[in-house]
């Protein structure tokens, strides 16, 4: 899982995984994923590689999601608000919502997970960034879809 084969299609269909929904950011000049919850990678998601939870107040990575802390990638249970995505990221970045796959450690909280592993496993494209959602699609090999439900 850390290091899939990049000639094959990510697969995360781990027993162990929890599924839930969260937002990713992406610029008009770099077709990929991130977030400003911390990942490694300066908060990057590489297409077909698990992104791992770096803390951003100093815990080890063993420990992430450390139980005294904030840290590791949020999912929730249900779709909804993502406090992560300010007015400025929304009018700098086109938003895209999604599920994701987390693994590894796993810590249950009151409307979701936090995980140290995770991996996106469906996007939703706003349709007014359509273009992107081909480019998304063959590179995470996720379902993408186009936010008026249209599956490419
Ligand atoms: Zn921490």
């Known amino acids: 899982m850390e290091s899939p084969d990049p000639r094959k299609p990510m697969e995360v269909a781990l027993d162990d995984a929890v599924q839930g929904w969260r937002h990713w950011l992406l610029t008009r000049d770099r077709p990929e994923l991130y977030s400003t919850q911390w990942a490694s990678q300066g908060g990057v998601w590489t297409p077909r590689r698990t992104a791992l939870a770096t803390c951003p107040y100093g815990c080890d990575r063993l420990v992430v999601p ?28 086109i938003v895209i919502p999604g599920r994701a796959a987390g693994w590894g450690k796993v810590i249950e909280g009151g409307v979701g997970w936090r995980t140290s592993k995770a991996y996106p496993t469906e996007l939703w494209v706003p349709y007014g960034a359509a273009w992107l959602a081909p480019g998304l699609k063959e590179a995470y090999k996720c379902k993408v879809n186009v936010s008026n439900e249209v599956t490419v």
């Open 66 to 93: 450390n139980p005294s802390c904030s840290c590791g990638f949020y999912l929730r249970r249900e779709p909804g608000e993502d406090p992560d995505i300010t007015p400025q990221a929304e009018r700098d970045c």
